[in-house]
């Protein structure tokens, strides 16, 4: 994984795929059944290996059912887990650019096997994808898979996953009307900073946030 950049191409994903099934198998989720986890980047593209994965989870008939470290098993199926228990987003395709074509197919992909419900709306920008069109471009490609697809969109299933997530977001507040960013602190107290009108909303949010952090 040290040349040919495949930490990045193929390295982070395996490691996503690999925590996933621990995760499942260790009983962690049984053993805190109100626990929410979030597994960036669709589980690491974990449905395109669920045909192979679901066939060696049967011990009995992979052979590792007598060997005590293969042989761990949850207590329910393991579709289970990454149906109801788990939650996803949908960044991952990497790349600065045909964020319509390789993010909607990505997303695509995921969908197959992951139920909409779970799945959190992402870009991977700006570290992935840097232009504002491409990401536009995403969101449209993506709402033209589908109603499946249109539901990551909303933010339904972040509110399950984060709690007053209305609350939260209501204390954010943008005011461009003065050329300022003002961000509400967790005290109401607002934040502000000068706009520098060519750059991004999201890079002044990102600058603003990291300022905030640099204050504290």
């Given at each position: 994984?040290?040349?040919d950049?495949?930490?990045?191409?193929?390295?982070?994903?395996?490691?996503?795929?690999v925590?996933?099934?621990?995760?499942?198998?260790?009983?962690?989720?049984?053993?805190?059944?109100?626990?929410?986890?979030?597994?960036?980047?669709?589980?690491?593209?974990?449905?395109?290996?669920?045909?192979?994965?679901?066939?060696?989870?049967?011990?009995?008939?992979?052979?590792?059912?007598?060997?005590?470290?293969?042989?761990?098993?949850?207590?329910?199926?393991?579709?289970?887990?990454?149906?109801?228990?788990?939650?996803?987003?949908?960044?991952?395709?990497?790349?600065p650019?045909?964020?319509?074509?390789?993010?909607?197919?990505?997303v695509?992909?995921?969908?197959?096997e992951?139920?909409?419900?779970?799945?959190?709306?992402?870009?991977?920008?700006?570290?992935?994808?840097?232009?504002?069109?491409?990401?536009?471009?995403?969101?449209?490609?993506?709402?033209?898979?589908?109603?499946?697809?249109?539901k990551?969109?909303?933010?339904?299933?972040?509110?399950?996953?984060?709690?007053?997530?209305?609350?939260?977001?209501a204390?954010?507040?943008?005011?461009?009307?003065?050329?300022?960013?003002?961000?509400a602190?967790?005290?109401?107290?607002?934040?502000?900073t000068?706009?520098?009108?060519?750059?991004?909303?999201?890079?002044?949010?990102?600058?603003?946030?990291?300022?905030?952090?640099?204050?504290?």
């Open positions: 994984m040290d040349a950049d495949l930490w990045r191409m193929l390295g982070w994903e395996f490691s996503l795929m925590a996933t099934v621990r995760l499942i198998n260790s009983g962690l989720l049984d053993e805190l059944p109100s626990l929410k986890i979030h597994v960036s980047h669709f589980g690491g593209g974990i449905a395109r290996y669920l045909p192979r994965i679901r066939g060696l989870q049967d011990r009995e008939k992979s052979g590792t059912a007598q060997i005590p470290r293969h042989s761990r098993m949850p207590r329910e199926p393991f579709d289970h887990y990454l149906q109801h228990r788990l939650f996803y987003d949908c960044a991952g395709w990497s790349g650019d045909c964020a319509a074509e390789r993010g909607a197919e990505w695509r992909v995921g969908l197959a992951l139920p909409s419900s779970q799945v959190l709306f992402a870009t991977d920008y700006p570290q992935a994808v840097r232009q504002d069109e491409e990401v536009i471009a995403y969101v449209k490609a993506v709402c033209g898979l589908g109603s499946g697809a249109r990551i969109l909303d933010d339904a299933n972040a509110e399950k996953l984060i709690p007053n997530l209305k609350e939260r977001l204390r954010v507040q943008l005011h461009a009307e003065n050329g300022v960013l003002q961000l602190g967790e005290q109401g107290a607002a934040i502000s000068p706009v520098d009108e060519s750059q991004s909303v999201m890079q002044q949010q990102q600058i603003q946030l990291k300022k905030d952090t640099t204050n504290k």
